[in-house]
T-cell receptor, first 115, second 113 residues
Framework: GAGVSQSPSNKVTEKGKDVELRCDPISGHTALYWYRQSLGQGLEFLIYFQGNSAPDKSGLPSDRFSAERTGGSVSTLTIQRTQQEDSAVYLC?????????????FGSGTRLTVV | QKEVEQDPGPLSVPEGAIVSLNCTYSNSAFQYFMWYRQYSRKGPELLMYTYSSGNKEDGRFTAQVDKSSKYISLFIRDSQPSDSATYLCASSISNFGNEKLTFGTGTRLTIIP
């Protein structure tokens, strides 16, 4: 697609429920990143995909967080047994592998609220 | 200590003023420096991108990098209310997609009409 698409744009969930966040990167972008942005905390790296594999998942905060990518395209970030501290904006970004042209292209994010 | 430090502000300036936004970094291996602009409820968008030390100008925006002092700056001339946003600096060692960017926390800027 023309840009990075994320869905849903907003999600309100009850504490303890599981949620799935979707990212559709720019066509042809093999590098895909997930970040989390909390109020006043800046962008926190979660996980990086190269194609369908995740060589760097060092930013996932706990084993309740997991992500997968299929077909070298769409990625899903899953949060199990959500907690209130998981409330944040989850941003997905993509880029080319060999030339990032300066930076990634971000989606508009999914605003997650855990009540 | 974070690898990239940025004053969170908020910063308010009158329309037409020159705005100076700054970051410092600690990793001397950083070679690529970026500024992102993020409007409320939107994702960050790449505004400026520079390699190594020096200046880069694009319209009303000038990015400046001083590697000797590990200092990154963004100047906005003739600031407009539409420039009101959060500005994030970011750095990396390479330009390859397999290296994650290291971001500052962002500075919230308001241009007062």
């Amino acid at each position: 697609g023309a840009g990075v698409s994320q869905s849903p744009s907003n999600k309100v969930t009850e504490k303890g429920k599981d949620v799935e966040l979707r990212c559709d990167p720019i066509s042809g972008h093999t590098a895909l990143y997930w970040y989390r942005q909390s109020l006043g905390q800046g962008l926190e790296f979660l996980i990086y995909f190269q194609g369908n594999s995740a060589p760097d998942k060092s930013g996932l905060p706990s084993d309740r967080f997991s992500a997968e990518r299929t077909g070298g395209s769409v990625s899903t970030l899953t949060i199990q047994r959500t907690q209130q501290e998981d409330s944040a904006v989850y941003l997905c970004a993509s880029s080319l592998e060999r030339d990032r042209k300066g930076g990634y292209t971000f989606g508009s994010g999914t605003r997650l609220t855990v009540v | 200590q974070k690898e990239v430090e940025q004053d969170p502000g908020p910063l308010s300036v009158p329309e037409g003023a020159i705005v100076s936004l700054n970051c410092t970094y600690s990793n001397s291996a950083f070679q690529y420096f970026m500024w992102y602009r993020q409007y409320s409820r939107k994702g960050p968008e790449l505004l400026m991108y520079t390699y190594s030390s020096g200046n880069k100008e694009d319209g009303r925006f000038t990015a400046q990098v001083d590697k000797s002092s590990k200092y990154i700056s963004l100047f906005i001339r003739d600031s407009q209310p539409s420039d009101s946003a959060t500005y994030l600096c970011a750095s990396s060692i390479s330009n390859f997609g397999n290296e994650k960017l290291t971001f500052g926390t962002g500075t919230r800027l308001t241009i007062i009409p």
